[in-house]
């Protein structure tokens, strides 16, 4: 291949100096809308073609399989492009289509096909399918390579089942949900059942610790792990075996990870294990063809609730960096050119944002024009909120001919506010999807059918042989099903050994023997063969030798038709699966169906007003974005109020949802709100309103703004200069708990909390007959009594 920098020159200056670091680490501190996938795509084809890394030397992680899809085809595309340059003078779509898959096939072969992209968890997955083997954990635990992936309810079972069965715990005091979400955290955090009980020494965590113990003594007995260990479990190999490190450290010379601000402390330990082979930042210098190239934007940081740790990123410059100033360092890279908002999208975005105390400073600067003004209305309630939004649409879709339904993104803060907005969407009929809802791999049918193909490849899976044994009905009822259980247990050996055994199922099964006696046969042959045959003629085997398609055809009720439905789209994607991967085994397939994530299922040609949380917001853009619901206690949520750190996150989530808008945006809130089915309360406007620039803001009715904002001209801002925020009643000495106050509209009421610092605060007041409300004393008149 001719050696040529041409995919250089589409790159921005900034772009370019990351791209063009060669050894040493590097942070590239990426704003949103600033082009990093194109910079970390650009990265890995430079290190390649004018570098000459092995492509076996290169390690890229992403945060979703989507990311990591969207990253290799531009990969593809770069170095397609190159080699028909090279070979044929002439770009790639002037080829001929035999030539252009000529092209592709030699570029997967020669350089992707030996590149490592993809998730923490998938590609964690790949190394312990060659070393986990090596692995024993401290209570001497050991797992096999044929391991399976446990989704979250495979482990909400398992971990209800030792609450309840096995330390009979009273699930109310102890909900299963929230013990598997203490093990998580304390996965997460690198702390095994000792350490836990460690730092949680009272009665609640030592019971957790317990349950902790038996859930990975489960997890171990079925040859599994849930996802947090995928993880955890390279992390301890690599410590427990320095061999097995040192191969990795020698194998990935040159390291990417992006959305760097939302690693957690494993994710962290394990780059930072395969950086220094383990030696520890301070004692590593030997950075000789070698690299760590991090990506990330501390103000995009808010999945705190998964344990990851934006502190994380702000530390990389003492951890790996030079420790200098950010217009001296050599380690650090900004990329503040954003190629997707208006400006006046981004300096709304920017004012806010700067009220974050713990950020890495940077300015968004708008590559396009500046754009229509933002639009703040403020509707009754919550149903007039939605049908202002809907109206929007409507008349921006008859008055725009280019925009279509999916350029329309409605975000919120929680999913119950989408309710009243699907009722007016359904009136009006527009189409619109919901997104979070079902994942498509989380579907009773799809896991029915994938618990047989795991149960193929690992037959100490007992989950997966619960799951389906009477899946569709054999005649092996619970009490069957226990007596063999039992037996397994006593014996200490798998279920399978017990079910695969005719004489001992003739023994305990009874009347139901010769049915789990023809079920252990079915499963056997396809075990036998499960190495050999393809992942689509064990499905179809699946299918028809089971009767499970049979039986839904002979229901024929509409949900069970969708159901088929379903399994034929499963079916589908397994020949996807092995028309896109040579080495299509069924265990590579259950693999991947295991790791795909929420954001996998859309369908982006769905032509829909999409509707979704914040937080799955991430990652995506709209031309059209309506913010809903800007309310005190709703965003930011009450939870958040009284914790500094929380309202941070908050308005980084706020920030967020800005920077999704390419064209239009539009912020609501409502005067009155119903939550959670109780009576209507008056709402007050959200802090992070207050923190927007007037300058861009277009008020739809008087009350759209908090009382300061009188105008939404530059001319009258003049006029009408901001209050003074140090006077009197909007500082923090300026209130105590306690103190009696009058509200214009609420009349007498007591302070009962003091959230912020400084002139920065809000305050908690009971009214009586009303209750509680938060409310801004900057922007709201309080008056002291007595």
Excluded at 129 to 146: L, V
Excluded at 511 to 540: H, Y
Excluded at 557 to 586: G, H, K
Aim: proline share 4%; aromatic share 8%; net charge negative.
């Amino acid at each position: 291949m001719v050696t040529t920098v041409d995919f250089l020159n589409q790159l921005n200056p900034s772009q370019r100096q990351a791209v063009e670091h060669f050894c040493g680490p590097l942070l590239v501190v990426a704003g949103a809308g600033s082009g990093k996938t194109r910079a970390l795509t650009a990265r890995i084809a430079n290190l390649i073609l004018n570098r000459q890394v092995d492509p076996a030397n290169i390690l890229a992680v992403t945060f979703t399989n989507k990311a990591a899809r969207e990253m290799k085809e531009r990969i593809e595309r770069v170095f397609a492009e190159q080699e028909a340059l090279a070979r044929h003078s002439k770009p790639l779509h002037m080829l001929s289509g035999y030539e252009q898959v000529q092209l592709r096939s030699y570029v997967y072969k020669n350089f992707l096909k030996e590149l490592w992209i993809g998730t923490f968890h998938s590609l964690c997955s790949r190394i312990l399918r060659y070393d986990i083997e090596k692995y024993q954990s401290p209570a001497g635990q050991r797992w096999t390579r044929t391991f399976s992936i446990f989704d979250e309810s495979d482990a909400q079972s398992l971990v209800k089942s030792i609450v309840i069965g096995q330390m009979n715990l009273d699930d109310r005091k102890f909900n299963p949900r929230s013990v598997r979400f203490a093990i998580s955290n304390a996965k997460n955090q690198g702390l095994d059942p000792d350490q836990y009980e460690a730092e949680n020494p009272n009665f609640k965590g030592r019971n957790i610790a317990e349950v902790y113990r038996y859930y990975q003594q489960g997890l171990s007995a079925n040859n599994a792990l849930d996802f947090d260990d995928l993880i955890r479990l390279p992390v301890q190999l690599f410590r427990q075996n320095p061999q097995v490190l040192d191969y990795w450290h020698r194998r990935f010379r040159h390291i990417l990870v992006d959305e760097y601000q939302d690693t957690n402390r494993t994710q962290y330990d394990l780059i930072q294990l395969l950086t220094t082979n383990g030696k520890g930042n301070q004692n590593f210098d030997d950075w000789n063809n070698r690299s760590v190239f991090v990506v990330g934007d501390a103000d995009q940081s808010i999945y705190s609730f998964r344990a990851a740790d934006f502190t994380i990123l702000m530390g990389f410059q003492s951890e790996f960096g030079d420790r200098l100033p950010d217009d001296e360092t050599q380690t650090l890279v900004k990329l503040e050119e954003n190629y997707r908002s208006t400006s006046n999208i981004l300096d709304v975005a920017n004012h806010l944002i700067e009220n974050n105390t713990e950020r890495i400073d940077k300015v968004l600067r708008a590559t396009r024009g500046e754009g229509d003004a933002i639009f703040c209305h403020r509707a009754d309630n919550e149903a007039m909120e939605a049908e202002y939004v809907v109206s929007q649409i409507r008349n921006l879709e008859l008055k725009n001919p280019e925009l279509n339904w999916r350029d329309f993104a409605i975000l919120y803060r929680t999913n119950a506010q989408s309710r009243a907005l699907e009722e007016v969407l359904v009136r009006f009929d527009i189409p619109y999807r919901v997104v979070g809802g079902l994942r498509f791999y989380d579907r009773r049918e799809i896991k029915d059918i994938l618990a047989y193909m795991r149960l193929a490849v690992n037959p100490a899976d007992s989950v997966s042989l619960k799951r389906i044994i009477n899946t569709p009905r054999r005649g092996i009822g619970k009490t069957t099903l226990d007596n063999l259980e039992k037996a397994a247990a006593e014996l200490s050996v798998p279920l399978w050994d017990i079910i695969k055994d005719e004489t001992s199922v003739k023994t305990l099964a009874g009347r139901a023997s010769k049915s789990a006696i023809a079920f252990a046969r079915m499963v056997s042959s396809w075990q036998e063969r499960a190495e050999t045959t393809s992942p689509t003629e064990l499905v179809q085997e699946v299918l028809e030798n089971t009767g499970y398609l049979e039986e839904l055809k002979n229901k024929g009720t509409e949900e069970d038709l969708n159901r088929i439905e379903n399994i034929q789209e499963l079916y589908s994607a397994v020949v996807q699966f092995e028309e896109e991967n040579e080495d299509a085994t069924l265990m590579t397939f259950l693999a991947n169906a295991s790791l795909n994530s929420d954001n996998d299922d859309g369908k982006e040609e769905d032509n829909k007003v999409t509707l979704m949380t914040l937080h799955a917001s991430k990652g995506l853009e709209f031309p059209v974005v309506f913010l809903v619901g800007l309310e005190q206690g709703l965003f930011p949520s009450f939870r958040s109020l009284e914790d500094a750190a929380a309202i941070e996150e908050e308005r980084r989530l706020c920030y967020v949802g800005i920077t999704r808008a390419q064209d239009r945006l539009f912020i609501s809130h409502a005067r009155e709100r119903r939550t959670y089915g109780a009576m209507r309360e008056v709402s007050t406007p959200s802090i992070f309103l207050s923190e927007l620039p007037r300058d861009y803001i277009m008020a739809t009715v008087p009350s759209a703004l908090p009382e300061r904002w009188t105008s939404t001209t530059r001319e009258a801002k003049l006029k009408n200069p901001q209050p003074n925020l140090n006077k009197p009643g909007t500082h923090e000495n300026d209130w105590s708990v306690g103190a009696s106050v009058t509200h214009k509209a609420f009349g007498e009421g007591k302070v009962t909390h003091i959230f912020g610092a400084g002139n920065k605060i809000c305050l908690a007041v009971h009214f009586p007959g009303i209750g509680k409300k938060i409310i801004d004393p900057r922007t709201t008149t309080l008056d002291r009594l007595g």
